[in-house]
């Protein structure tokens, strides 16, 4: 709770629960615990490495080490490969630092400052807003590393409106799969848990995707979940964004898949915070 005092969190006299805190109140409560978090990221500059480093390491890996023999595949070479990849390493770091948010709740409920939060007269869903806000913001920081080494690698951003639309697909998506980390945040009981949990979960929908490489060499029962994944469409929407290609089928089947995702999940992550013992 460093440099957030009780005053900011505090919601009008004689209010006991969500229901009753005006949507000002909410909106207060979700801003300090969103300042709270990022001062909590200056005193900790560590917990930023992932989404430095992540961009850099994966770009640098699949270029370098995948891209010729992939790129030949795609009859483009390393340098075709490289317009194939980023759009998709985008739709991969929607996914992978979407998992921090699990884990870093899991160890605020740990480390007791859940318990804390949840002793103030502040609305439950601002503790999980806020945490989401601070991850996407982690997740925009990646990004405009990721374009950085993309660039200097020699990916030729073709369409900046088309960029611009990619990252905010990618930022929808991203918020709808932190409500299922936030979720396993509160049901398990420690942070390597949710990490372990995670990890089953995102390893198979990235790379059983096109991300990384076209399906259509992949088996057919392969291909039959590679086309139901939403990884694979939000990189096909990405890649058609900022490369060119079809987009709207992949589109619009990613934001359905997102709002299916918050409309399933958020209701899930705050009722089980409310309820947590």
């Not at 200056?42 to 992540?54: G, T």
């Not at 850099?56 to 030949?72: C, E, M, P, W």
């Not at 929908?205 to 399906?215: D, E, K, R, V, Y």
């Not at 259509?216 to 139901?228: H, I």
């Amino acid at each position: 709770m460093s440099a957030v005092t009780t005053t900011e969190l505090k919601a009008p006299r004689g209010v006991k629960d969500d229901a009753r805190i005006p949507l000002r109140g909410h909106l207060r409560h979700t801003g300090a615990l969103v300042r709270r978090n990022l001062l909590w990221i200056r005193q900790d500059p560590e917990s930023m490495f992932d989404a430095l480093l992540m961009p850099v390491v994966f770009t640098l890996l699949f270029v370098y080490v995948f891209g010729g023999s992939i790129g030949q595949a795609l009859g483009g070479g390393q340098d075709g490969y490289v317009q194939y990849v980023i759009p998709g390493m985008l739709a991969m770091m929607s996914m992978t630092l979407s998992q921090s948010v699990g884990t870093g709740f899991s160890q605020d409920f740990n480390t007791g400052v859940m318990d804390r939060f949840r002793s103030l007269p502040i609305g439950r869903g601002s503790v999980l807003f806020a945490k989401i806000s601070v991850e996407l913001l982690r997740m925009l920081f990646a990004t405009a590393v990721l374009m950085v080494v993309a660039v200097l690698v020699g990916f030729d951003i073709a369409h900046w409106a088309g960029l611009f639309a990619a990252v905010g697909l990618s930022t929808v998506f991203a918020s709808s799969i932190m409500w299922v980390f936030l979720t396993l945040g509160v049901i398990l009981k420690n942070a390597q848990s949710v990490q372990a949990m995670g990890f089953l979960v995102l390893f198979p929908l990235q790379f059983g995707s096109s991300i990384f490489a076209p399906t259509s060499s992949m088996p057919g029962w392969l291909q039959a979940f590679t086309d139901y994944n939403p990884l694979s469409t939000l990189a096909d929407a990405a890649r058609g964004l900022m490369v060119g290609g079809p987009v709207a089928q992949d589109l619009w089947v990613t934001l359905a898949w997102s709002a299916g995702i918050t409309a399933v999940m958020a209701p899930v992550a705050i009722h089980k915070f409310r309820t947590k013992s």
